[in-house]
């Protein structure tokens, strides 16, 4: 299995425009979360999908972020109009039932940079 | 709320030495306990977790580590470091099963000289 793959890996974008990150998790995974890694704040949980419904997206930070799956292959994270305080690594992960009976297997994120 | 306590944002040993990561929980209910390992520009690999069954538990790449309920802690040792082995460290929390939201520690980053 080539793993959860993230695309793309790295984006530099000024601030004002529009940034879609795209993930595609490993097949059969009925759970798909999005993460985000920044210094400051560290590892948070932005928004996760059981079988392609979010459930919970308390962690999203304002409503310049809105994230969908529209099939169980295939999920995005959109960022508009993007910040600079955007700026983090962003990571999607799956597992087959969920992190407390099962694995949580991580992308290998994608760098975002906003001017 | 469950939240983790990382003692130590550095830990440096040399190769061969004991590895000792702390960590320490907050939770009103029995938690769900993790460590995880992120190499340099890689996402998180799951090393081991605790789910109320045994204590001690047993992960990837010889680590291993114990839940302590009298001392909140979860603390994260291998016997023998390997150069390989450097990278940052994870501990995070859930409250119970069937909940999906992990909570992390700020990390350690092990390094590990010859």
């Known amino acids: 299995d080539a793993g959860v793959i993230q695309s793309p890996r790295h984006e530099v974008t000024e601030m004002g425009q529009e940034v879609t990150l795209r993930c595609k998790p490993i097949?059969?995974?009925?759970?798909l979360f999005w993460y985000r890694q920044t210094m400051m704040r560290g590892l948070e949980l932005l928004i996760y999908?059981?079988?392609?419904?979010?459930?919970?997206d308390s962690g999203m930070p304002e409503d310049r972020f809105s994230a969908k799956m529209p099939n169980a292959s295939f999920s995005t994270l959109k960022i508009q109009p993007s910040e600079p305080r955007d700026s983090a690594v962003y990571f999607c992960?799956?597992?087959?039932?969920?992190?407390?009976?099962?694995?949580?297997?991580f992308g290998p994120g994608t760098r975002l940079t906003v001017l | 709320a469950q939240s983790v306590t990382q003692l130590g944002s550095h830990v440096s040993v040399s190769e061969g030495a004991l590895v000792l990561l702390r960590c320490n929980y907050s939770?009103?209910?029995?938690?769900?306990l993790f460590w995880y390992v992120q190499y340099p520009n890689q996402g998180l690999q799951l090393l081991l977790k605790?789910?109320?069954?045994?204590?001690l538990v047993k992960g990837i790449n010889g680590f291993e580590a114990e839940f302590k309920k009298s001392e909140t802690s979860f603390h994260l040792t291998k016997p023998s470091a390997h150069m390989s082995d450097a990278a940052e460290y994870f501990c995070?929390?859930?409250?119970?099963?069937?909940?999906?939201?992990?909570?992390f520690g700020t990390g350690t980053r092990l390094l590990v000289s010859p």
């Open positions: 992960a799956s597992s087959p039932t969920g992190i407390s009976t099962d694995t949580q297997y």
């Open positions: 097949s059969g995974h009925d759970y």
């Open positions: 605790y789910t109320s069954a045994a204590t």
């Open positions: 995070a929390v859930i409250k119970n099963t069937g909940f999906q939201k992990l909570v």
């Open positions: 939770s009103s209910v029995p938690p769900y």
């Open positions: 999908f059981n079988n392609n419904v979010p459930i919970d």
